[in-house]
């Protein structure tokens, strides 16, 4: 089969595949659904392609999504919350430090990978991220899937038992599909800036140039809102582009790093709680909403529930968009100065 109609394939996959997680509500159904798909059907030995192209061009858009969550507003509140802002930091290097030190010493992974696959977040840029300085793709992705996964799956049930709310509510209102999107013409700034990035050799400058431009664009007023059909083509080329790295990998080399991706999934969940509780105990708010502003999970999905939950989305929205810049931002930079690769 030509690489043409590889492609093509493995594109029309991935459609299918998105198409049916949405349908089941699988959590970030436009990502883990191309994920899972490409990733078995990898495992069985087919190999699909996704362009280089293509990949970039959705680390473009990722950036710009990124950077137009930034608002005036959430930049005014900064000042407010000093101590969870600093203990969620604090949470994220505890994390990192404890769950690379296990991959590296118990699961035996190199110091890239390592490092790679303990960042808490942004599971569709950190993967990516990591891949392109030289990690192991598929020992990399596991414990950000499994992470992401169970957190968005079980804490809204989990919330809705614990607050007495019910989960019809959780869904929210259907809302109409938006084909135009606002303020496209954010992504032609990108564009340069993009190759400005590059210039200055920033890492990964498909996403930083691009996410930078979207920052000031959003502070000017401009905030980029992409067409839904578009948003959903960015996740699954990432999802797909990810999936299709398994190929090649044993059935049980998988199930071994599952089992070191369950740990560290423990690990994460269990320093998140202890994190909440101090934050708790140092400032006003209240437990429940410190653990969905925490919380490693997706940044739309934890603010839907604070809504639901009646809290304050605008904190949890802000300290969830504050640990994804903070880890998009420094993670090339930490995973290329303490995570070389063993000799």
């Not at 404890?98 to 590296?104: A, D, E, H, P, Q």
């Not at 049930?157 to 509510?169: A, E, M, P, R």
């Amino acid at each position: 089969m030509s690489k043409f109609k590889v492609v093509i394939l493995s594109l029309s996959v991935s459609v299918v595949a998105g198409f049916f997680a949405r349908l089941i509500n699988l959590p970030l159904p436009w990502m883990l659904g191309p994920l899972i798909v490409t990733m078995v059907i990898s495992l069985w030995g087919v190999k699909l392609i996704i362009p280089t192209s293509l990949r970039k061009s959705s680390r473009l858009m990722i950036g710009v999504i990124l950077g137009a969550t930034v608002t005036m507003e959430t930049l005014h509140r900064i000042l407010d919350w000093p101590i969870s802002l600093s203990m969620l930091l604090a949470g994220v290097l505890i994390i990192t430090l404890v769950c690379s030190l296990y991959l590296y010493r118990v699961a035996g992974y190199d110091r890239i990978t390592s490092l790679s696959a303990s960042l808490p977040g942004a599971i569709s840029t950190i993967p990516m991220i990591a891949i392109e300085l030289g990690a192991d793709p598929r020992r990399v992705i596991l414990p950000h899937l499994l992470r992401v996964t169970l957190i968005v799956m079980f804490v809204p049930f989990v919330f809705s038992w614990w607050q007495g709310i019910s989960l019809v509510s959780l869904g929210g209102e259907e809302v109409a599909f938006d084909w135009w999107g606002e303020n496209l013409w954010v992504l032609l700034v990108a564009l340069p800036v993009w190759w400005a990035a590059s210039k200055f050799r920033l890492p990964i400058p498909e996403l930083t140039g691009p996410m930078l431009a979207a920052v000031l664009c959003s502070l000017l007023g401009y905030r980029l809102l992409l067409p839904d059909w578009l948003f959903a083509a960015t996740f699954l080329v990432l999802g797909a582009g990810i999936g299709i790295r398994f190929f090649g990998m044993t059935l049980s080399h998988l199930a071994n790093n599952s089992r070191h991706a369950f740990v560290c999934t423990l690990i994460t969940l269990a320093i998140t709680l202890l994190i909440a509780w101090a934050i708790c105990h140092l400032t006003s708010f209240e437990f429940h909403v410190i653990l969905l502003a925490i919380m490693p999970g997706g940044i739309a999905e934890m603010t839907m529930l604070a809504t639901v939950l009646g809290v304050d989305p605008v904190f949890v929205a802000f300290h969830q968009i504050f640990r994804s810049m903070l880890l998009n931002l420094m993670s090339p930079y930490v995973i290329s100065r303490f995570g070389s690769k063993d000799k």
